[in-house]
């Protein structure tokens, strides 16, 4: 699989190579201070990219056909495509394709294939003074099995028709849609949100549903799953948004491994609150940790309120008022979810029966983990050892 970098060039004057051609750098200056920019609508980029500038004549030719670097797959798991807009939200981009795009020999060679799409002509640049170049054209979003949108331009600005149809025929053929933070408005001008949820960014949230009554507009979560069609809130649920996407397509190990490799917590579910609106003083998020970290090493105890709230010297009430705060979640929903994703380790990496599993982690008979399994994930336990098991069961 090639290295997934789009091709980039600063806005300072240099020049640089790529594949075959040769990219000279003017001075396209910073896109978020371009005149009439209003920033409080900024997303990501600017709404005003379509200035007249002589570099656009000298580089027009970076997203001609016959000057895109084939993609060389050395894998044959499922077609990533990111979409690659003048203005294109850099941050964004980048968690889609250090997930997906990144080399890692370790997940064998059905690990995903991934390749950038240019969805508009000319001259595209990126967040940060970037000119950009992209693997191909839009034809690729035609063979892609998941379309990953990062961002968008701002809440105002039209999405091209052609691009929204070309998206509603990619998820009617089959391939899933989602996006991160304001890349939902590209999903809500193809319809299919009509009639589901969908999250966005907290401070976006009301705009789209100006913008888009029919959707479902939830600015309290970090992401979305309905009907092969995903969204996610700010910039860093996107990665949570694509660690569950792994998650589901390779099972918990392979998340966990990618998380590792980002430095970062290896899952937070979907329902957990997008932000803390005061935050939690050192000393009392000090203890929850501790409490948390106990609760993870004894998944089969008895965990009441009182026992949680008794740990770290707090009344009941208290304690739930700043567990809520630090995690987004009550204590019984974060405790089954903890619960859960030991289950799912014990299923991939353990020959374990499943009644055993159930005792381990707390849930106590194999109806109660069943539940809770389904609940989660929409697969009973032996379906997903099925799935996601390296372990041969005799």
């Known amino acids: 699989m090639h290295i997934p970098t789009i091709g980039l060039e600063t806005e300072f004057s240099s020049e640089m190579s790529y594949g075959n051609g040769?990219?000279?750098?003017?001075?396209?200056?910073?896109?978020?201070?371009?005149?009439?920019?209003?920033?409080?609508?900024?997303?990501?980029?600017?709404?005003?990219?379509?200035?007249?500038?002589p570099v656009e004549s000298q580089l027009a030719y970076m997203t001609s056909t016959e000057n895109i670097t084939p993609i060389v797959e050395a894998t044959s798991g499922p077609l990533v495509v990111a979409p690659v807009y003048d203005g294109l939200c850099t941050?964004?981009?980048?968690?889609?394709?250090?997930?997906?795009?990144?080399?890692?020999?370790?997940?064998?060679?059905?690990?995903?294939?991934?390749?950038?799409?240019?969805?508009?002509?000319?001259?595209?640049?990126?967040?940060?003074?970037?000119?950009?170049m992209a693997d191909g054209q839009a034809d690729l979003l035609e063979r892609a099995d998941l379309i990953v949108m990062p961002g968008w331009k701002g809440p105002h600005v039209p999405v091209p028709q052609e691009f929204a149809r070309r998206l509603r025929l990619a998820w009617e053929r089959g391939a899933r849609l989602a996006s991160i933070c304001s890349g939902a408005f590209v999903l809500a001008a193809t319809g299919l949100l009509d009639g589901r949820r969908a999250a966005t960014h907290w401070r976006y949230a009301e705009k789209l549903s100006q913008r888009h009554p029919a959707i479902e507009v939830d600015a309290s979560v970090l992401y979305v799953e309905e009907d092969r069609i995903l969204t996610s809130a700010g910039s860093t649920a996107?990665?949570?948004?694509?660690?569950?996407?792994?998650?589901?397509?390779?099972?918990?190990?392979?998340?966990?491994?990618?998380?590792?490799r980002l430095v970062m917590p290896p899952h937070r579910s979907g329902g957990q609150a997008q932000f803390i609106?005061?935050?939690?003083?050192?000393?009392?998020?000090?203890?929850?940790?501790?409490?948390?970290?106990?609760?993870?090493?004894d998944l089969q105890g008895h965990w009441t309120v009182d026992r949680m709230a008794q740990s770290v010297l707090m009344?009941?009430?208290?304690?739930?008022?700043h567990f809520i705060r630090a995690t987004g979640v009550p204590p019984g929903q974060w405790l089954i979810a903890e619960r859960v994703t030991e289950a799912q380790r014990l299923l991939e990496g353990s020959a374990m029966p499943v009644e055993d599993i159930a005792a381990r982690v707390g849930f106590g008979s194999v109806q109660v983990l069943r539940h809770h399994f389904r609940a989660k994930l929409g697969l009973a336990p032996r379906d997903y050892r099925a799935m996601f098991s390296a372990v041969r069961i005799s």
């Open 91 to 132: 941050f964004e981009f980048s968690i889609v394709a250090e997930v997906f795009g990144l080399a890692r020999p370790e997940m064998g060679p059905g690990w995903y294939r991934f390749a950038s799409a240019a969805v508009e002509p000319g001259l595209l640049r990126a967040h940060g003074g970037l000119h950009v």
């Open 315 to 321: 009344s009941p009430r208290s304690f739930l008022r």
């Open 22 to 53: 040769r990219l000279r750098s003017g001075n396209c200056g910073y896109m978020g201070a371009g005149e009439g920019h209003n920033k409080e609508d900024c997303v990501c980029g600017s709404d005003a990219y379509r200035a007249e500038s």
């Open 238 to 260: 996107g990665i949570d948004l694509m660690l569950h996407i792994v998650r589901g397509d390779f099972g918990v190990e392979a998340a966990n491994s990618v998380a590792r």
């Open 277 to 297: 609106e005061r935050p939690v003083q050192p000393d009392r998020l000090n203890r929850l940790s501790d409490v948390l970290e106990q609760m993870r090493a």
